[in-house]
């Protein structure tokens, strides 16, 4: 029995399309207000890629950034993230698989109420992770402890960029 070379090709075209279209994703925006009522449950629908974007208002609650996800306030003097939980961060930071090796953005709020206004924790898994972390243009005051909390120095390259951190109580720092 002869088997054709072109029924194997035809084959195997759509096969390498779906497994190149399965990993790619369109980048989404999630409005919250509009698209949810809390940035929290934003974080949960999102994907990777994807950007969070915040309607000025005061948002009380505490917030897991995913990574990957972009979280960026529409008007930076007017968007305030108040913690719910004061006894824990108001926005945590927590990649902890090589999944993680992503870029992820927290840019324009007032952060405010919490243990910590960010605490970043990343995991090395005794790997250097090139996570690319973008903590831009934020007003982080009326803590308990840090500003921003660092845990792992060697985590690849951080931004921290144009900060007000003036009242962080305890310890007095504005990162640590």
């Keep these: ?88 961060p108001v926005i945590l930071i927590a990649f902890d698989t090589l999944d993680d090796l992503l870029s992820s953005q927290i840019s324009g709020f007032k952060i405010t109420g919490g243990k910590d206004g960010i605490d ?5 898994l005794g790997k250097l992770l090139t996570t690319q972390l973008i903590i831009d243009g934020n007003w982080i005051d009326g803590n308990t402890r840090y500003g921003i909390n660092i845990h792992e120095a060697d985590v690849g390259p951080q931004h921290i960029i144009k900060h007000l951190i003036p009242d962080n109580n305890i310890e007095q720092y504005g990162i640590q």
């Design 1 to 88: 029995m002869r088997v054709s070379r072109l029924s194997g090709r035809v084959f195997v075209l759509p096969v390498l399309l779906a497994l190149l279209g399965a990993g790619a994703q369109a980048q989404t925006t999630h409005h919250v207000p509009g698209d949810f009522n809390t940035i929290s449950l934003a974080m949960q629908q999102a994907a990777l890629g994807d950007t969070i974007q915040v309607a000025p208002g005061t948002y009380t609650e505490n917030v897991t950034l995913k990574a990957g996800v972009n979280l960026i306030a529409q008007s930076p003097t007017e968007t305030i993230l108040q913690a719910e939980d004061p006894l824990q």
């Design 120 to 124: 970043v924790n990343i995991v090395k």
